[in-house]
């Protein structure tokens, strides 16, 4: 799970089928997130957008979105807080 600052959470809004984690559609880091942002009497974050993620590891040529990576809300300006993750993925 993926929330903006304010608590709202963020969802990618293309997934990716190549590479699945838990049984699960991964995301590239070029694809954008969608925001349902809960913030009142403040910009509310619409979209997000993931600027590091992984280094070694690639889908389609484009890195993965993973826990210690960065992203930027808009218009707020704030980041994304990934608070569950799969923790361990293996590669056969």
Known sequence: MTLCTHAGQARPAV???R???GGQP???LTAP?????????VP???TA???TGTTRVRSV???LVIQGGTA???????PLAVVAVQPRVRGI
Do not use: D, F, I
């Open 44 to 46: 509310r974050c619409v």
């Open 61 to 63: 040529g484009v890195p």
């Open 19 to 21: 590479v699945k984690v």
């Open 26 to 28: 991964t995301a590239v």
């Open 49 to 51: 957008q993931w600027v």
């Open 33 to 41: 997130w969608l925001v349902t942002c809960a913030a009142s009497g």
């Open 72 to 78: 930027v809300c808009a218009p707020s300006g704030g």
């Open 15 to 17: 997934l990716n089928p």
